[in-house]
């Protein structure tokens, strides 16, 4: 079993709609969780970054963390083509916490 | 503000070659981290430098060498080149302090023929 799983899609969703992108994690001892965005030929960009359960806003995003299901989200309102990109979600390593694990990644389209 | 910057962004080399990467850290960051990414996979962790050292490392080969600087910046070697080692090589930059977040760079582009 992988640590983070990701759906690696691909989403293709019409502008203007609500995104939401998903992944698990198998061991509780992970604490912090972030999301990274990846455009083609770049480098992953940092998106959001959170520690507790419960929800955390940031413009037209939000993370959401549920820690008892072991299970980390991030909504994307009112969706843009620039919005299309691949979108990684991962955590640091429990006692190695200069190692961040990732998730597989989402690809995601948003069609003007 | 410079963000994470690595050089060459792309790169041909053949099987049993050597190659050297390089990294320059987010100003102000003290640590840097590499990572592998191959296509349509996410990046996994090579390893870890800060306070010239390298501190914590993946499961990657023996083959796979770095060293950082008093400046920071960092390199990245990999020895005898394989066909599997063709991937996306990206730098992230951090400050020391546990759990502290990770920016990227651009990456390298690694060709094996």
């Known amino acids: 079993q992988k640590e983070v799983e990701q759906d690696p899609g691909p989403l293709s969703v019409p502008e203007g709609a609500i995104v939401s992108l998903n992944c698990t994690y198998s061991n509780s001892a992970f604490q912090y969780f972030m999301w990274y965005r990846q455009y083609s030929r770049k480098g992953p960009e940092l998106l959001m970054y959170t520690y507790s359960s419960g929800n955390k806003e940031d413009g037209r995003f939000t993370a959401q963390v549920d820690k008892s299901s072991k299970y980390i989200s991030l909504f994307i309102r009112d969706s843009q083509p620039s919005d299309s990109a691949t979108y990684l979600c991962a955590t640091p390593h429990y006692n190695q916490g200069g190692k961040l694990i990732f998730g597989q990644g989402t690809e995601l389209s948003v069609k003007p | 503000d410079a963000g994470v910057t690595q050089s060459p962004t792309h790169l041909i080399k053949t099987r049993g070659q050597q190659v050297t990467l390089r990294c320059s850290p987010k100003s102000g960051h003290d640590t840097v981290s590499w990572y592998q990414q191959a296509l349509g996979q996410g990046p996994q962790f090579i390893f870890q430098?800060?306070?010239?050292?390298?501190?914590q490392r993946g499961n990657f080969p023996d083959r796979f060498s770095g060293h950082q600087f008093p400046n920071y910046s960092s390199e990245l070697n990999v020895n005898a080149l394989l066909l599997g080692d063709s991937a996306l090589y990206l730098c992230?930059?951090?400050?020391?302090?546990?759990?502290?977040?990770?920016?990227f760079g651009d990456g390298t582009r690694l060709s094996i023929l």
């Open positions: 992230a930059s951090s400050l020391r302090t546990a759990n502290q977040p990770q920016h």
């Open positions: 430098y800060y306070e010239e050292e390298e501190r």
